[in-house]
């Protein structure tokens, strides 16, 4: 039996291997990457390196067994079809019979463009009759701190999401979360939402990024199509930037707010605080 790690070597995927690491012996756990070499951490360390691809399905044959237990990371290709390659990956564990196939999925409450992916896929493995769990990740602080020149530049957030509010989390704790999944039992056929402990607003955390660089940030809310502009300016592909500027309109709605505790009693701690990735992210 080995736990099964799709998209290892992501951001969200780095996470958790790192994590299993420290749970179970190496030898248990398979990193399913598109570049090997980009996998050459992971093998020295003991872990066993298969390479797939969602585009490419018959990468997949034989790579799962019986009893496996899998976490599906969602792809990011939002132009290659994403619920195809997922569904490429419950086709091969259903052949397999994997004894538990996990998803990252998005919080139910978001009715964002973002979701619909994450809707149809989720679908398609409760059609497979595979043992799922649901893991409906909410935002990610990384989503914000991982972009900060440009609020740095000009000493502004700007988006389009009004006066909104995100429970979001660090990677670190969804992959905790996901961790205790894949390493626990009684999660078979269940369905998580998952956010952090506080919700904040982009007012707070502009002047979190105030209180932390002694420079005056401000949080400038712009309408939506002004947002669509700025981030195609800025060089973002057009659909993409519809799908963020979606993401904004659900906020103002309060649809990042997810308030279940799910996360932190997964993880088995409190979910991690933005003011402590913000500070990781000022440092980097």
Do not use: C
């Amino acid at each position: 039996m080995s736990i099964v790690v799709t998209g290892a070597t992501g951001h969200l995927g780095r996470h958790v291997v790192d994590q299993l690491l420290e749970k179970v012996p190496a030898e248990q756990i398979t990193a399913v990457v598109r570049d090997e070499a980009k996998a050459a951490d992971f093998a020295a360390r003991g872990v066993r390196i298969a390479v797939a691809d969602y585009n490419t399905p018959e990468t997949f044959d034989g790579l799962f067994a019986a009893g496996d237990r899998v976490l599906l990371i969602s792809g990011n290709e939002f132009d290659k079809g994403r619920v195809q390659q997922h569904t490429v990956v419950i086709d091969a564990a259903k052949a397999a019979g994997v004894a538990l196939l996990a998803y990252t999925s998005a919080p139910g409450s978001l009715t964002a463009a973002l979701a619909d992916d994450h809707r149809a896929t989720e679908k398609v493995l409760l059609a497979s009759g595979l043992p799922y769990t649901l893991l409906r990740n909410g935002w990610y602080h990384e989503n914000y701190t991982e972009n900060l020149a440009p609020v740095l530049a000009h000493d502004a957030v700007v988006a389009a999401a009004g006066e909104g509010r995100i429970s979001s989390a660090s990677r670190a704790d969804y992959a905790a979360a996901a961790v205790a999944v894949l390493t626990g039992e009684g999660h078979e056929n269940q369905t998580y939402e998952l956010g952090g402990d506080e919700a904040w607003s982009l007012a707070e955390y502009a002047a979190e990024l105030s209180r932390q660089t002694g420079k005056e940030i401000a949080y400038n809310s712009v309408p939506g199509e002004t947002m669509q502009g700025i981030l195609t300016g800025a060089g973002v592909p057009e659909a993409m930037a519809a799908i963020l500027v979606g993401v904004d309109a659900s906020i103002a709605e309060g649809e990042l707010v997810v308030s279940t505790g799910d996360l932190s009693r997964l993880a088995g701690r409190p979910t991690t605080p933005l003011a402590e990735v913000v500070t990781a992210a000022l440092k980097g």
